[in-house]
């Protein structure tokens, strides 16, 4: 924490509007953060109950299976495992899909706000000591990660 506050007093010195820059982002990334989690409850739902019918099926498989040989039924117990294993298969694409897609835009602005950084580098160069703002890209640039990172790992 204290690393992530020096790398934002450090950016903030050498270019000020990096701080309404970074609140925005941070805002943003809360905003889609708060958005994506009833979603990705129902999926991690849906994951859960997707399991039951699998679990209950083998039981029911192990404790019949002489009457499943009896009755010549191994193609349709096959088939419905297999039917059950691919709705399994669809919930988990569909939860890694949902925060995948989250991750992609949280790098996105997160690129965005690196842009805006950069091109304030470019902007004031001639104002600002270089190596402040040599600090201020590569602080920036951890800060960016950070963020990620922290609002990506409560997933």
Known sequence: MIDTSLSLAVAAYAVPTIIIIEALFLAVIVFMFIQVL????DCFRIKRNVHSPIISFCQETVNGNSVIRAFNMADVSRQRIIGLLQTKVLAESIT??????????????????????????????????????????????SLQWKCIGCVGSYG
């Not at 009833?38 to 409850?41: G, I």
């Not at 996105?108 to 091109?119: E, F, K, P």
Request: aromatic share 16%.
């Open 38 to 41: 009833p979603a990705y409850k």
């Open 96 to 141: 890694w899909g949902m925060w995948s897609w989250y991750s992609l835009w949280c790098i996105l602005l997160s690129a965005l706000v690196l842009l805006a950084g950069s091109l304030s580098a470019i902007w004031l160069r001639a104002s600002v000591d270089p190596i402040l703002l040599a600090l201020m890209l590569q602080y920036l640039l």
